[in-house]
């Protein structure tokens, strides 16, 4: 899928730290999700419906790229909401540095497994900085019955100390991953 349609802007406040269908959780300011939507995908945004004021990022960096057809819909991982029973199925969840905190990793996969009963082919694809070597997904991982695959940035030419005339990843540590069911579940 290429993505021809200019600039993306979005929302930084100070106050907060294709044809695809995708789900992106944990938006933050929705930079990976807005960005999809300019190339053509069926996008909804979510992150904490205990963080009301990331919830309004999200929408304010919809209404700035003129994306009124993007939902934004507040879910807690791990938790059983109206919200999350309403999702379709989705073929793409995007999880941009959602795995930064391991006591939440288990309440993330929880989330995902739910929606990968929906679909059982559909792939969560997530970036994020490595913070220590002693934290792991793979016991979680097994426990779900899910895979990884880690994508070396090599691969997309994401493996440098500086993208896109920027200071990031620097000197951080980033991994790309694909997760998805162990097995095929058709």
């Not at 929302?11 to 300011?29: K, N």
């Not at 807005?34 to 992150?47: M, N, P, R």
């Not at 979680?140 to 899910?146: A, I, R, V």
């Amino acid at each position: 899928m290429a993505c021809t349609s200019g600039p993306v802007l979005w929302c930084w406040p100070s106050t907060c730290g294709s044809t695809e269908d995708l789900y992106q959780i944990g938006a933050g300011v929705s930079l990976p999700g807005v960005v999809a939507a300019k190339c053509g995908a069926e996008v909804i945004l979510s992150d904490s419906c205990e963080l009301p004021h990331c919830l309004e990022v999200c929408r304010q960096s919809c209404r700035l790229n003129s994306l009124p057809q993007v939902r934004v819909v507040g879910l807690t991982w791990g938790h059983l909401s109206q919200d999350l029973l309403a999702l379709p199925p989705q073929d793409i969840i995007l999880a941009s540095d959602v795995f930064f905190e391991p006591e939440d990793f288990e309440d993330i996969l929880t989330t995902v497994y739910f929606l990968m009963q929906k679909n059982p082919k559909v792939q969560l694809w997530s970036t994020y900085q490595v913070r220590s070597a002693d934290w792991s997904l793979e016991a979680l991982l097994y426990k779900w019955d899910m895979k990884c695959i880690h994508i070396p940035l090599a691969s997309f030419d994401a493996d440098r100390d500086d993208i896109a005339d920027s200071a990031l990843p620097g000197r951080h540590t980033i991994e790309m991953l694909v997760i998805s069911f162990a097995k095929d579940r058709l």
